[in-house]
Nanobody, 125 residues
């Protein structure tokens, strides 16, 4: 059974950092491109970052470029999202998903993507 579990969210002050984890079970993460997405209340879902299978090249949304870093640990079957310089506008539920696609810095899931349950990130003083 394919399962993704996110963790690492929480409450952080502006300028702070968090590291989100996306742990997979039932399959090997490195055979898929894995993406991070977020959705804030009342807003559309936004693609944040996507890491390719194989060489692990990464794409970032313009809103997070230079602040967020996506990485993969194949031994732990986990993808991470290191978030630095957090801003209040980064507040959202963050999800990881399989089969992300990119067009420039536009990051999208596939219709058949598998999703985690999400983890809340709140940036507030």
């Amino acid at each position: 059974q394919v399962q993704l579990v996110e963790s690492g969210g929480g409450l952080v002050q502006p300028g702070g950092s968090l590291r989100l984890s996306c742990a997979a079970s039932g399959f090997f993460l490195d055979i898929y491109a894995i993406g991070w997405f977020r959705q804030a209340p009342g807003k559309a879902r936004e693609g944040v970052s996507c890491i390719s299978r194989g060489d692990g090249s990464a794409v970032y949304a313009d809103t997070v470029k230079g602040r967020f870093t996506i990485s993969r640990d194949n031994a732990k079957n986990t993808v991470y999202l290191q978030m630095n310089g957090l801003k209040p506008e980064d507040t959202a539920v963050y999800y990881c998903a399989t089969h992300c696609h990119t067009y420039g810095t536009d990051i999208s899931p596939a219709d058949f993507s598998s999703w985690g349950q999400g983890t809340q990130v709140t940036v507030s003083s």
